[in-house]
Nanobody, 114 residues
């Protein structure tokens, strides 16, 4: 069974940093592209960052230069390093394997506020 467990969210001041983690199970992680998504209150869920099994990462324009997605295949884990956080980054963050269908974890709340 495909599962994702996100962690690392919290309350941070504008300009601060967080590292999100997502542990995946139930599929061959090393062969799967992974994405981080976020959903802010009253808004649609959007893709924030994408990392293929190998190759180039891609990012939502508004997070380029601030967020970095990475993966550790030995740990079945994908990370999202978030720097220079802004209030508009406040959202619930989810990871997903886009090719595996509609499987989602519980998400982790990120709140950027002074």
């Amino acid at each position: 069974q495909v599962q994702f467990v996100e962690s690392g969210g919290g309350l941070v001041q504008p300009g601060g940093s967080l590292v999100l983690s997502c542990v995946a199970s139930g599929f061959t992680f090393s062969s799967a592209a992974m994405s981080w998504y976020r959903q802010a209150p009253g808004k649609q869920r959007e893709s924030v960052a994408f990392i293929p099994s190998s190759g180039t990462t891609t990012y939502l324009d508004s997070v380029k230069g601030r967020f970095t997605i990475s993966r550790d295949n030995a740990k079945n884990t994908v990370y999202l390093q978030m720097n220079s956080l802004r209030s508009e980054d406040t959202a619930v963050y989810y990871c997903k394997a886009p090719a595996l269908g509609n499987y989602w974890g519980q998400g982790t709340q990120v709140t950027v506020s002074s």
